[in-house]
């Protein structure tokens, strides 16, 4: 099982790269998925998948 960020729902998405000649293949993209210690809204500390992007956000805050 893939990780998937628990903030925003985020997860591999499958797609295809299409070259100049118009070559197809099939490829995933991936988030930037990593694992923090994060502060739940009970102000609780534990850690969590989370994508870049909801922590450049400011989404979570960072423990």
């Known amino acids: 099982m893939s990780k998937i960020c628990e903030v925003c729902g985020k997860k591999p998405a499958a797609g295809r790269n299409v ?4 070559r197809v293949t099939n490829r995933w993209f991936k988030p930037n998925i990593q694992k923090v210690s994060i502060r739940d809204s009970k102000g609780n500390v534990r850690k969590a998948n989370v994508c870049t992007r909801c922590m450049k956000a400011g989404k979570v805050e960072r423990a």
């Open 19 to 22: 070259s100049h000649s118009h």
